[in-house]
């Protein structure tokens, strides 16, 4: 009996380009995801500042959620991804 001669399954281009897109999104996905988990620890740390803070001094944090967030609609990029940025809001 003969072997073949190609035995791995062969793909085409549009299904690799499926996997690499697969790929990609759940990088994205685990980066937010890791994102969201830092912006909680920030906040967490803040909150703690202000409430180590002596009564007769203001709080560092006025806002503990300010200028921690940062949008990316202007990168050429995200409209390929816009839906797992939606997904994660």
Do not use: C
């Not at 790929?23 to 202000?50: D, F, P, W």
């Not at 007769?56 to 921690?68: A, G, L, T």
Request: proline share 7%.
């Amino acid at each position: 009996m003969l072997k073949p001669v190609y035995s791995e399954p062969i793909y085409d281009d549009e299904t690799i380009d499926n996997f690499e897109n697969q790929e990609t999104s759940e990088l994205i996905r685990a980066l937010l995801q890791y994102t969201k988990k830092l912006e909680t620890m920030v906040v967490g740390l803040r909150a703690e500042v202000n409430s180590l803070t002596p009564a007769d001094k203001p709080s560092p944090y006025f806002d503990i959620h300010s200028d921690i967030y940062e949008v990316f609609y202007d990168y050429p990029g995200y409209i390929r991804f816009e839906e797992i940025f939606e997904d994660q809001d």
